[in-house]
């Protein structure tokens, strides 16, 4: 396939795309692409890791001792949960306790006082909290 009727193929795809969707899914859509993409440096004092934050699926705090919950394994930092939060909100998570932040895009159901993830890991959701994780899934 030459180069010119790859792009004729790529312009019909996305023609179809804004026909079928809108501009404002074609939008979102290349939001999406860019937040899968972004990366979160893991430092410790011996390592440092990148891990994409579309794999993380919450963090939990216990005296400054970070716990992060990935697709693919756990990782150990040490910090403050409140300066994890302010690198990854923009990135779609949000506090459901006071030691403990999760992605929304990891969440499959809320459940009384339950937050259930789409690994069908189960965290609780303290009712100062619940709220705004509710206001934030809608």
Do not use: W
């Amino acid at each position: 396939m030459t180069n010119k009727s790859l792009q004729s193929n790529i312009l019909t795809d996305i023609r179809s795309f804004l026909a079928a969707y809108g501009e404002s899914a074609l939008l979102e859509a290349m939001q999406q692409y860019t937040d899968n993409q972004q990366i979160y440096l893991l430092k410790t004092k011996s390592q440092i890791s990148r891990i994409k934050i579309c794999d993380i699926y919450y963090l939990q705090s216990q005296q400054h001792h970070i716990t992060i919950h990935t697709s693919h394994g756990i990782y150990k930092k040490y910090g403050t949960l409140s300066q994890e939060l302010a690198a990854l909100y923009p990135y779609g998570f949000i506090k459901c306790t006071q030691s403990c932040i999760v992605s929304l895009s990891k969440i499959r159901t809320l459940q009384n006082n339950d937050i259930i993830l789409i690994d069908d890991t189960v965290l609780h959701v303290s009712r100062s909290y619940a709220p705004k994780v509710l206001a934030a899934l809608i």
